[in-house]
């Protein structure tokens, strides 16, 4: 039986699901209130701290994953740079850098707009998504702004998308 199949009879919160994902895959999380919940998901090079929240008035669960990054302020231009070719390279979500908080932050919206229900499959997916593109970019990130190359270098180093079998 899939994921989904024991949710289709009931109209389960979508942060609901999130919870008992992340109590699945044995995640450290908070849920912050009713309609959000925060978790630590260890990646290969750091601990990404994922936040998804639901908004009823317009039907949309809001992924951010964000990881902490002090660039030099000489070196702001070049990741911003670097984050609009990223950002081309992405098909689902976008990266930004908050500079006051020092968090580079990828973020998603997944509309469910006339009361949709998103499947386990599909929230578990969201956040894989948002933890394997912070994998991606994390080395390239870190080369914009505490390297001499420039971001189009710095972007050689991201790991490539495999599509098919072997």
């Given amino acids: ?12 919160h979508p942060i609901d699901i999130v919870e008992h994902l ?14 959000q919940i925060a978790m630590a998901v260890q990646g290969q090079w750091r601990t990404y701290s994922i936040t998804l929240a639901w908004s009823g008035y317009d039907e949309t669960l809001r992924l951010i994953c964000t990881f ?3 660039p030099p302020d000489e070196r702001l231009g070049d990741l911003y740079e670097g984050l609009n070719s990223v950002n081309d ?56 702004v505490y390297s001499d190359q420039t971001p189009q270098q710095a972007l050689q180093v991201a790991i490539a998308e495999a599509y098919g079998r072997a």
């Fill in 68 to 70: 902490e990054m002090e």
């Fill in 89 to 144: 390279q992405c098909w689902t979500g976008a990266f930004t850098f908050w500079a006051e908080q020092k968090l580079m932050v990828y973020r998603y919206g997944l509309v469910l707009a006339g009361g949709q229900v998103a499947a386990p499959e599909q929230i578990d997916t969201l956040i894989s998504a948002a933890v394997m593109s912070a994998e991606r970019y994390y080395p390239a990130f870190q080369l914009m």
């Fill in 22 to 35: 992340a109590e699945h895959h044995d995640w450290d999380f908070d849920r912050v209130g009713d309609d």
């Fill in 1 to 12: 039986m899939a994921l989904s199949e024991q949710y289709l009879e009931d109209d389960i």
